[in-house]
């Protein structure tokens, strides 16, 4: 496997009334995660980058880590250092932002 981690966050938009991630929050997470990764040095082991829709549109901003399978929900800007931390460096789990099904 190429990288240890990918991480891919919804970029997916919808014409309103329907809620959706949103293509201008998305993109600015997809930027936040990049420059969070390669500020540490993990950009050779850990990819994040867009995705379309994940299907938790009513729960979002959403990002999904691989292989992990660990889907956020409501995702901020403000999340992104954490995740990364706590997540993706010490493989452990936000859990305030874990979605569960």
Known sequence: MKFKKHV???????PAPKKSC?????LALVEAFKQALKDRGLQVDIRAQKAGCL????LGPSVVVYPDGINYGNVQLSDVDEIVESHLV???P??????TF
């Open 8 to 14: 891919f966050i919804c970029t997916n938009q919808k």
């Open 22 to 26: 949103g293509e201008e929050h998305g």
């Open 55 to 58: 299907d938790t549109c009513a």
């Open 90 to 92: 010490n493989n452990q």
């Open 94 to 99: 936000v859990e305030r932002l874990k979605l």
